[in-house]
């Protein structure tokens, strides 16, 4: 009986053997799970190493945006800086467009409103007397020196008018109250000619 058993086991065996690999494959997956041919693995393998490589590109792309988002927080810095600390030279007063309020203005300046801007020179009939100083002892230079209201904007601070540029408030002036800047020039004419114009204010510090 015992020879028997063996016998048929091994008959059953030889017949699983013969089996084509679908129909074994088959009975693994009914009782182990999913079966992969090699075809199929090779095709996981690749799509992992895709994967993979997708992850890797991505993260040294998140790394390059961080980096030259963290380049430009200090280049703006950088030239908030320079307003601040840069020397504030006479120079022709003129309405230009490279002169309009940047970013890095907009985000760390105090933003005081649109102003009136009105325009004197050091003449008698401007500053009260020919070749007199400014309100804080400065020399009244085009380019640099404006009268404000100084409850409103403290002598000495550096003012930002948009499309003009920085200037420093040195002189104060009877009519220059609240929302008005008169800005100083080199001669009457100039002041005549240039009228009066508005712009956006920016107190730097």
């Known amino acids: 009986a015992a020879a028997l058993a063996v016998s ?34 090779n095709t996981a393998e690749q799509a992992l190493s895709k994967a993979k490589a997708e992850a890797e590109a991505q993260k040294k792309a998140e790394a390059a945006a961080q980096a030259q988002a963290q380049a430009a927080a200090t280049a703006k810095k950088d030239a908030y800086n320079k307003l601040l600390n840069d020397p504030v030279t006479a120079k022709t007063v ?42 804080s002892g400065t020399t009244p230079t085009e380019g640099r020196t404006i009268a404000v209201d100084s409850s409103v904007i403290p002598l000495g601070s550096r003012v ?30 100039r002041a005549y000619d240039l009228g009066v114009k508005y712009a956006n204010i920016y107190l730097l510090g």
């Open 8 to 41: 048929a086991m091994a008959s059953v065996s030889a017949a699983a053997l013969e089996q084509p690999v679908a129909v074994l494959s088959s009975n693994l997956n009914a009782s182990v799970g999913t079966v992969l041919t090699s075809d199929e693995i």
């Open 94 to 135: 003129s309405y230009s467009t490279s002169l309009l309020a940047t970013e890095a203005i907009k985000s760390n300046a105090k933003s005081l409103g649109n102003y009136k801007l009105t325009f004197y020179c050091p003449c008698a009939v401007c500053n009260g007397a020919a070749d007199a100083k400014t309100a």
């Open 160 to 189: 930002y008018i948009e499309g003009y540029g920085v200037f420093i408030a040195e002189d104060t002036g009877g009519a220059i109250k609240n929302n008005k800047i008169d800005v100083l020039v080199s001669s009457h004419s």
